[in-house]
């Protein structure tokens, strides 16, 4: 079956801009997450949805970072006025449940980088 | 708080070498621990797990022991090959016996790079 599909894959944007990337997790899976994947700071987690409620936004870096899922289904992460150190790859999860240890499937990534 | 503390990369072997690479953990209780491969260019992939402690898990010739009484998680293969090279990364969920899972707790991450 389609796995987690992310887009755009790649996203290049000036400085000061707002950004939104996308997450179509796994048909049925009830939890979704965000994570980011930087050379620095390795695999940090961002926000968990649970359904459509985020029972867990302590990743999120900054006010400038939002994120929304509706539907139980498709997520957005919206970045406004994107710094350089915004630049990295975003990782989009989905498991069964957020409940149990479930494995986590995670998508191919969108590559942002703010110039 | 929970944390996962791989060990420092990159590692770079011959093909059919030997391979471990060291994770241990801190958290409250029990939980379960995984590990991820990132191959290049892909996503990230469970490549094996354990629930409960002396659970073994195995996938693709790797294997990973969970050792409650020195906190570990090592991820060991008897014999590399060119293909197994990638980003290895130890994770476990927080709130070991609580209700929510959530997030992953990731350790750094081990490059790992073999050779013909």
């Known amino acids: 079956g389609a796995g987690v599909s992310q887009s755009p894959s790649n996203k290049v944007t000036e400085k000061g801009k707002d950004v939104e990337l996308r997450c179509d997790p796994i048909s049925g899976h009830t939890a979704l997450y965000w994570y980011r994947q930087s050379l620095g700071q390795g695999l940090e987690f961002l926000i968990y949805?649970?359904?459509?409620?985020?029972?867990?936004k302590s990743g999120l870096p900054s006010d400038r970072f939002s994120a929304e899922r509706t539907g139980g289904s498709v997520s957005t992460l919206t970045i406004q006025r994107t710094q350089q150190e915004d630049s990295a790859v975003y990782l989009c999860?989905?498991?069964?449940?957020?409940?149990?240890?479930?494995?986590?499937?995670f998508g191919p990534g969108t590559r942002l980088t703010v110039t | 708080g929970d944390s996962v503390t791989q060990m420092e990369g990159p590692v770079t072997l011959s093909e059919e070498a030997f391979l471990t690479i060291n994770c241990t953990y801190t958290a409250t209780g029990y939980p379960s621990l995984f590990w991820y491969v990132q191959y290049p260019g892909e996503g990230l992939q469970l490549l094996l797990k354990?629930?409960?402690?002396?659970d073994k898990g195995s996938n693709k010739g790797f294997e990973a022991t969970y050792r409650k009484e020195t906190t570990s998680f090592h991820l060991e293969k008897g014999s590399v090959q060119v293909s197994d090279s990638a980003v290895y990364f130890c994770a476990l969920p927080p709130n070991a016996g609580g209700t929510s899972y959530g997030k992953l707790t990731f350790g750094q991450g081990t490059i790992l790079t073999v050779h013909p």
């Open positions: 949805f649970q359904g459509n409620s985020a029972p867990d």
């Open positions: 354990a629930t409960k402690a002396d």
């Open positions: 999860a989905s498991s069964l449940s957020g409940t149990t240890p479930y494995e986590q499937y």
